[in-house]
């Protein structure tokens, strides 16, 4: 404790030396603090703000970087300097020191004509531009003030297109209502080159190879007019080549399924199908499985949405390392009807078909469990050469719990097998045309897996999984998965009269144990706005539906105990919803606020008056509420005896909420840190006599936890090792009127893979 006192007290000792480097700073220089913008005029400038923070952009040079109002990184520059600076001032100089920048730096002239170029650009004519320098002599810094009086600005009185310069008017013109140019819109020539853009993607669209938007130019007329207004017209430049104004057809596309970089040769036997021509020395994949993800067809005209999408399909498949697609002009002459002609060859340089991942990891868990996890996973690509893959795992993990308290030697030996299926493309009774789904063709994926866990002075439980299933994206932000079957068997066996007495004790565990057929059907919703990582808002949302028990009552009898059957296993029905939703501010240079909602609830009907223990929720542990251990959080107000060896087992329920605000920082290359807040618990919908206080009800605000933290990640290449140290500051627990605790100086310690959220 004395040496984290010591270590703060260092810390903040640097940070007030790095307030003030007044005093490093020569005697004949301003230390530079950057400048401001303001614009005059005497009428009502429209969008004024906008267009300061534009001028803004343009301001040179960008002054010392502030964290906290502090120059860390010119403190340490100046310390850097001296003649011994030491061996933390040198490294501390590495990661984050920068130069000064100087007053002297600064050539308010050369800045004024950028500003009045950026104006005119901008419609502002004839400005008036002055700067003024404001210098504070006590602190050795100074800023510049940049003025801008502007005039009327120049409006657009019309844009029409220059007919005798545009070979290709026709096409320009069937989307001319859709132009970025409006009539009385302010002169604005970012604008125009948007129009540019536009107009050469819709041409790219309509078979036109070669054209560039450099090859269109705008002229201004404003002879016309007394007032300030142009007429607009856009015209093609001189001397542009002829291929650059017709469109191009494909000609031939020719397919090489099993190319690699270090062949000498593309040569191999010709297979037509589709319309297409297929060269591979062996069937290596089959024409007609490749041939749905291909989208590009001879006689088509060129289109680079066409093209990416084939790319992006055929890079979906999971077979292939490489795609490209390469275009090759035919050096003929332009038909009648004025069309070029276009050869498409697409290389495909597959992955290794057969792969072995071994994964080994040592496992601390926030639940007193440590020990070593071994898996190992064999992946066969292209199984059937139709691009199907299968994925065998096996796993195998020991763990003890160490530390205090009854449980302490409690071992847990998990083993697992594992197999997956996965074919890229839609098995179903019914054939379903692929090209339906324009964005991507859904795959079908089928399950299997067995489980064995053994706790030792507890249970011994066996779990088999079967699923068959889709999944596909709808666009580039949305994926659908649709498992309409979903089959699940529990047993539990081999308990001891220790656990068998913790079930005795709790009808509700026991019930949750009890239903060892879990028959049903899944469905996911994500939204991944986190793909535009350079957007400033960014979203996230993964909603789930979860139904069980419903087709299957059908064939049920009954047992004993009058709960229902299936081929002698008692089965469960229920339905369960839950959301979580992810909003991130970006706010730049590695600075990101990320917040995150979490709801879900599990109803039990029919054949089951509590939800299966492996369908509850908890809370708790390095993914949801960091200051409290897995699964040690509720439910509700619950708290567990200190002699409660079944707690472990009991604190789940079947309704849960959860809230999280996290603001994350650079410290260093490939470091950030972070502070955080978490809230939340889980509750039931239904009195359990076992679990008293677990009830959800209108008081549920402040039955939550919450606690706050910090930590530091590692992320390279989005491979992010987690470390958080995180406190309970409302412990539901305790009883009312205690629940407020300050415990900081015992915080829970998470290690974790990847972000919380």
Known sequence: MMRTKIFCSLVIAVLISACS????????EYLYEGADVTVTSDTVVEHKPELETELETVLRPEPNKKFLGMRPGLYFYYKNQRENPGFLNKFFYKKMGEEPVYLSNVEPYEVEKILRNRLENNGFFYSTLGSEIEVDSTKHTARVAYAAKVLDPYKVASYNLDIDSLQIKDPIRQNFGESLIKVGNRFDLTVMKGERTRIDTDLKSRGYYNFNPGFLIFEADSNRYDEKRVDLFLRLKKDVPEKSVIPYKISKVRVYPNYTLEQDTITGDSTRYGNKTYLQKEVFFRPDRLDAFIQLEEGQLYSPDISRNTSRRLGSIGAYKYVNIRYDEVDTQAEGDSLGHLEANIFLSPLNKRAV????????????????????????????KGGE???LTGKVGYEVQVGGGNNAGLSSLQLGLGADLIFPRVLFPIKINEDFFKYDIPKTKVSLS??????????????????????WRANKYVTHEYNPISVNYVNLANTTPEFQQILDDNPFLQNSFDQEFISGMTYSFTYNGMVDQDKTHQFFLNANLDTAGNTISLFSGA?????????GLQYAQYAKIDADFRYHFNMGGGNKLATRLFAGV?????????????????SGGPYSVRAFRIRSLGPGTYTPGNDDEGAYFDQTGNLRLEANIEYRFPLFPYVFGAVFADAGNVWNTSENESLPGGRFTSGFMNELGIGTGVGVRVDIQNFVIRFDLAAPMHDPSLPSGERWVNDFGNPIFNFAIGYPF
């Not at 991942?357 to 059937?384: D, I, Y």
């Not at 599990?602 to 908890?618: A, C, E, M, R």
């Open 559 to 567: 047992t004993e105990n009058d709960k229902k059957s299936f081929l």
């Open 21 to 28: 480097v007044e005093k490093f700073i020569p005697e004949d």
């Open 602 to 618: 599990g109803y039990p009907y029919g054949n089951s008056d509590v939800l299966p223990y492996t369908k509850q929720y908890f």
């Open 357 to 384: 991942r071994t994964e080994l990891q040592a496992v601390q868990k926030s639940n007193g469990f440590a020990g070593p996890n071994l898996a190992v996973t064999f992946a066969n690509r292209n199984l059937f």
């Open 389 to 391: 893959t299968l994925n």
């Open 450 to 471: 067995a489980d064995y866990l053994n706790r030792s002075r507890l249970y011994t439980l066996l779990s088999g999984l079967a699923s068959f299933g889709y999944t």
